[in-house]
């Protein structure tokens, strides 16, 4: 098994690596998808739509956090 402790003993760039760019790459995954559900739903239902999404959106990043 590798060691337990890489956190403590691991160089920075090495964890950032691991932890930072995997969890930015799932982040604009994740804002690119509310950009493609505002175009379906603002060509669907209208400036209406776009509202709630809109508002909703903060605290959906809220949950990913």
Known sequence: ???SNYLG???????LQ????PCICSL??????NIVDQIFVGSGVGYLGNAATGVIFPITVV???
């Open 28 to 33: 604009i995954i994740s804002c690119l998808y």
């Open 9 to 15: 003993t691991e160089k920075v760039g090495k964890l």
């Open 1 to 3: 098994m590798e060691n």
């Open 63 to 65: 949950g990913w956090g």
């Open 18 to 21: 691991k932890f930072a760019i």
